[in-house]
């Protein structure tokens, strides 16, 4: 089918996943988008490790919450409405600190879908 009517909430948690993600390019089967919702509790944080894209560029809009974002460069702090650009071979991990008052809500999008995640270690 060419088109997808979804609502996020009534699909599956991604299992074994570092907070609620809901992968809408999955639900839709999409081929080159990545689409998913997030919701991190304080102390949770958006991806699996600190990482990069070799080409991937990625997008996350804060629909409520505060996101901070830990890069190589500095540690950005995305309010509600905004949006955080990753650009491909740029380190980032996107969380909710743990002294947090209140979750995050995230859509974040990236293409292409098939470029993987390297983990980024922060000390090298």
Do not use: W
């Not at 919702?37 to 600190?50: F, N, S």
């Not at 905004?82 to 380190?91: D, K, L, R, W």
């Amino acid at each position: 089918m060419p088109y997808h009517h979804l609502d996020p909430d009534d699909l599956d948690k991604t299992p074994d996943y570092p907070c609620d993600r809901r992968g809408v390019s999955d639900a839709a089967e999409l081929a080159a988008l990545y689409l998913a919702t997030y919701e991190m509790e304080p102390g949770e944080q958006l991806p699996r490790v600190y990482h990069y894209h070799d080409r991937r560029e990625e997008a996350f809009y804060v629909i409520s919450g505060t996101l901070h974002v830990e890069t190589s460069e500095a540690e950005y702090v995305v309010e509600s409405g905004e949006v955080f650009v990753a650009e491909p071979e740029s380190p980032h991990r996107a969380y909710n600190p743990a002294d947090a008052d209140a979750s995050v809500r995230v859509l974040g999008t990236g293409a292409p879908k098939s470029d993987i995640a390297h983990p980024y270690d922060p000390e090298r």
